[in-house]
């Protein structure tokens, strides 16, 4: 589905850097997630917006901050990434609605720390 | 606080063989619950959602909130179900909270 996409789709990059994620959806929905995965825990979610002036903290907010720049872009950033951020990052799209909460996902972006 | 657990990290079944993958959840109020699958090399997609009651695929899934469960079933895996699983609760805030996800390998 490309209606959700995610840049870059890999980084490797090193302990102390400043790294932003970017999702963009083409959907035309109001809600959009920020996920990391990683083995044996499943996904756990880091903020989600309900839309461009409503941003909430997830699961896992800690060293992770959000830029909602438009009802269709929502960036994830690492402003001094630590090996432990190493995952995979999902971004995800909902559209409004308590009857309407299937996410749609994007492919991921695997973030490599040294 | 809201919590998913699935058991099983791995189920492995024969083609033709019932297969329950399952699901317990944690939550003080009335829970939407979903699962999850993510194939190879594909993204993670809906499966089906509770409150539609539906059957996708030949998987079912029943809400006991006796039990707090929401396991899937399905009465003869195929090998094409091999994917990763994960049960889903959205609840307080309508945030989602994921289990840690259980592989599925159908053997021929």
């Known amino acids: 589905d490309a209606d959700v996409t995610q840049t870059p789709r890999n980084r490797i990059t090193k302990t102390g850097k400043r790294i932003m994620l970017e999702c963009s959806q083409t959907k035309g929905h109001d809600r959009m997630y920020w996920y990391r995965q990683d083995p044996g825990l499943g996904l756990r979610l880091i903020y989600y917006?309900?839309?461009?002036?409503?941003?909430n903290k997830g699961e896992i907010s800690d060293g992770y901050s959000v830029s909602r720049q438009a009802q269709a872009k929502f960036s994830l950033s690492l402003e001094s990434a630590i090996p432990n951020q190493t995952a995979l990052y999902f971004c995800a799209t909902s559209e409004r609605g308590t009857l309407t909460d299937t996410q749609y996902f994007g492919p991921g972006t695997r973030l490599t720390v040294l | 606080a809201q919590r998913v657990t699935q058991p099983e990290k791995l189920l492995s079944v024969f083609k033709g063989a019932p297969v329950e993958l399952k699901c317990n959840y944690s939550y003080s109020g009335s829970p939407e619950l979903f699962w999850y699958v993510q194939y190879s090399r594909q993204r993670l997609q809906l499966l089906l959602r509770?409150?539609s009651r539906e059957s996708i695929k030949g998987f079912t899934a029943d809400l006991n909130k006796g039990e707090t469960s929401f396991h899937l079933k399905k009465p003869f895996a195929q090998e094409e179900d091999s994917a990763m699983y994960y049960c889903a609760l959205s609840g307080y805030n309508n945030d989602m909270r994921f289990g840690a996800g259980t592989r599925l390998t159908v053997k021929p």
């Open positions: 917006s309900f839309d461009v002036k409503d941003i």
């Open positions: 509770h409150i």
